[in-house]
C-alpha cells in the first residue's frame, strides 16, 4: 500500500512538472527554486529509501 502511495506521489509530482515548483514556498526554507525543489525532493526520498533499506 505505500509503495503504491509513493509511485502515486512521484506521478502527480512529475505530471505538475518542474515550473509548478519554482518560487514555490516551503513551509521549512521558505521560497525555493524548482532546482532546490528538485534537490530537496531527491535527498528527502534517498534518505528514507536509505532509512528503510530499500
Not at 21 to 44: A, C, I, P, R, V
Amino acid at each position: 500500500m505505500e509503495k503504491n502511495r509513493l509511485i502515486a506521489y512521484l506521478s502527480k509530482t512529475q505530471q505538475l512538472g518542474e515550473n509548478h515548483f519554482d518560487n514555490k514556498e516551503s513551509h521549512s526554507f521558505g521560497n525555493l527554486s524548482k532546482d532546490e525543489w528538485n534537490t530537496m525532493f531527491y535527498k528527502h526520498l534517498e534518505h528514507h529509501l536509505g532509512q528503510f533499506g530499500v
